[in-house]
């Protein structure tokens, strides 16, 4: 268990923009930040984040709270091993106390998974530096690639002894299940048999966003005709290859800080590129490139250049990821090296600065790129100059933004030398028929002729007014509790004819004051079980002279930490700029707080006062003539309260 102290210590020292802004690009947005959603899909940004307050909300998905419950959306980890990321990432010393057996037993299966692969990366690495074979095979090849030994530990390269089970038999010895070395296919289980799967390779760790080793790829470095040269570790429950970029997690902050992305294909492309200076450098380790690849880097820059080598059948192929890219809204420039060059042999070969000024100046939009590609081919024949204009204009119809579709047309009519207004009619129909064939797959079927279909009427999502009022009695604690302000109170007198009256009494209190001694008074207790527990960690924590919101978020239960983030969030979201430079000037809601309140209070009442009339009068309904007398009278002295607080609110009964 981490000591208390420690997990005091983190949240006062982690910075929430600093923690996110590793996983997805913020933007500035008035005092906060903004971006898309590491949760969703989505193209415009409804992703917020409060430095103030510490806490973030993505709108698209619900999602919010703070740094740890960040990470554990969106790393999955466990709340300790959110901790402890965090505790590395800010050089804090992590104490902990002995835990129990049962506490251990806890931990789950993708934990252990984990820890196997964190392990192994481990163990690698020390047999590639200090065993013999591990130096004499392992560190020869790739200190003849050039790698630093600052190179081998960033990327913490290793090897696996060319014996059939020295990895499996280490890591049984030491404690770990074969069940969870079977899942994470570092072992092979054939019955009664087990055995290494990277037998005798030099071992390249794969890393999620955040750090943590998802899995590995192995190169046998023998001319074994029987072995595949590279091995990659199996599909697993943490081991998703489409879903990964070899790199990123070196690369993250850069790729953030530079706004751009440059794509290569190997483990050592990433690599040496990393090692000669330009560290915003990810692979798609060998794979095809998918959308889900794709999205990882738009959460970071939504630019990327793609670099190949002088293949031309590579090329060619290459195009389909490029598609790709273009779906998904990004801006693509495409780099090719010398012919017999590659990422590797060009970065090995110069200077960081020469990399850079070579990537820089032949860097290419990609409709010059395919358009020069596809002219090749096409030389000077007719048909195939049609039939690359027709791809190049596919690759357009790609692009969501409409305005964006418009200047690469412009740009391909002047290459192509064709006029703009057959580009767009080409572009026209290819969008038209895109349209109606994704109709037909979501067409229903076709009704009857003269069939009558009456109307369906569609559910109303009723609103449930003691859920709202409750909810902005929260509000008010979160957002004003610690101000003073002057109130007005209800006092209840019977006039002359027997009827009720109110009348007036100000006095100064502070707002959680007021609230709590409100409802004490009429013995209100909050329905929602969240917002309960909610309202009496925000009074406990302001009557003991608590300022800071986001100090008693982190110790809250999931439910009502969540709801609390929630209501900060969205009264961050829908504040309003700064007006005053512009001269228009808006009344700050604190101007009026004190009114606020009270209405809040008295609708509340109000709303109490109808549900027990509502209550009494089943009552009255299901009693015999001599009971109903009682409740009769408490009925009708409801109303009169229930008059009087309408009269105050301005509502007609």
Request: a negative charge; charged letters at 30%.
């Amino acid at each position: 268990m981490i000591s208390k102290s420690t997990i005091d210590k983190v949240y006062e020292t982690a910075r929430l923009e600093e923690v996110i802004g590793d996983f997805v690009q913020l933007k500035k947005s008035g005092s906060n930040f903004k971006g898309l959603s590491p949760f969703t899909e989505e193209r415009t940004p409804s992703f917020m984040v409060s430095p103030v307050k510490q806490i973030w909300k993505d709108f698209s998905s619900g999602k919010g709270g703070n740094v740890v419950a960040f990470l554990m959306e969106h790393e999955h980890f466990s709340y300790p091993e959110a901790i402890k990321y965090l505790a590395k990432k800010y050089g804090i010393e992590v104490e902990e106390t002995q835990q129990t057996d049962e506490q251990k037993q806890l931990a789950s299966e993708r934990e252990s998974l984990y820890l196997v692969s964190e392990f192994a990366k481990d163990y690698f690495h020390k047999t590639l530096l200090h065993s013999e074979e591990g130096k004499a095979i392992g560190l020869t090849y790739f200190k003849e690639r050039s790698f630093t030994d600052q190179t081998i530990k960033d990327f913490a390269l290793g090897y696996n002894p060319n014996s059939w089970d020295a990895f499996t038999s280490e890591a049984l010895g030491k404690g770990y299940k074969l069940d969870y070395l079977d899942k994470t296919g570092l072992t092979i289980v054939r019955e009664d048999k087990q055995f290494d799967r990277f037998k005798g390779r030099v071992m390249f760790p794969i890393h999620s966003m955040s750090g943590r080793v998802l899995g590995f790829g192995g190169s046998i470095l023998t001319n074994d005709k029987k072995a595949a040269k590279y091995v990659n570790s199996p599909e697993s429950e943490i081991y998703q290859k489409s879903k990964i970029l070899y790199g990123l997690y070196q690369a993250k902050q850069t790729i953030a800080k530079e706004d751009r992305c440059y794509l290569v294909e190997g483990y050592t492309d990433v690599i040496q590129m990393h090692q000669t200076g330009v560290t915003n450098v990810v692979a798609s380790s060998g794979t095809a490139l998918t959308p889900d690849q794709i999205r990882l880097i738009r959460r970071l820059t939504p630019n990327i250049t793609v670099l190949f080598d002088g293949d031309a059948a590579g090329l060619r192929a290459s195009l389909r990821g490029i598609d790709l890219i273009l779906e998904q809204g990004m801006n693509v420039r495409v780099c090719t090296f010398p012919e017999g060059e590659d990422p590797d042999s060009f970065a090995k070969g110069h200077t960081q600065e020469q990399v850079i000024k070579f990537l820089e100046g032949e860097s290419q939009d990609f409709i010059n790129f395919k358009a020069s590609l596809l002219a090749q081919e096409s030389a000077n024949d007719p048909v195939k100059k049609a039939a690359t204009i027709r791809e190049m204009v596919q690759s357009i119809a790609k692009i969501p933004d409409v305005i964006q579709r418009e200047v690469y047309l412009q740009e391909c009519s002047r290459i192509m030398e064709m006029s703009e207004e057959v580009l767009f009619n080409a572009l026209a129909q290819l969008l038209s028929k895109e349209q109606k064939e994704q109709k037909k797959t979501a067409r229903k079927p076709e009704q009857p002729p003269f069939e009558v279909i009456a109307n369906q009427e569609l559910p109303t999502q009723k609103v449930d007014p003691l859920y709202e009022y409750e909810r902005k009695i929260l509000e008010i604690l979160l957002l004003y509790g610690n101000l003073e302000a002057e109130f007005e109170d209800l006092v209840i007198e019977m006039d002359d004819q027997g009827e009720m009256q109110h009348k007036p009494e100000f006095h100064t209190a502070k707002v959680f004051e007021k609230v709590y001694l409100d409802l004490q008074d009429d013995e209100v207790e909050l329905a929602n079980p969240d917002f309960r527990a909610l309202y009496y960690a925000l009074i406990e924590h302001l009557n003991q002279g608590g300022e800071k919101i986001d100090s008693l978020i982190h110790t809250l239960e999931p439910g009502p930490a969540s709801m609390a983030t929630s209501i900060l969030m969205d009264d961050e979201r829908y504040q309003l700029g700064n007006w005053e430079s512009k001269e228009i000037y808006v009344k700050d809601k604190t101007y009026s707080i004190g009114q606020y309140v009270s209405q809040t209070i008295l609708n509340l009442r109000r709303l109490l006062i109808s549900q027990k009339i509502e209550e009494l009068a089943n009552i009255v309904k299901e009693a015999e003539d001599a009971e109903r007398k009682e409740p009769l009278e408490t009925i009708i002295d409801y109303q009169g309260l229930k008059k009087v607080l309408s009269n105050k609110l301005g509502r007609v009964l």
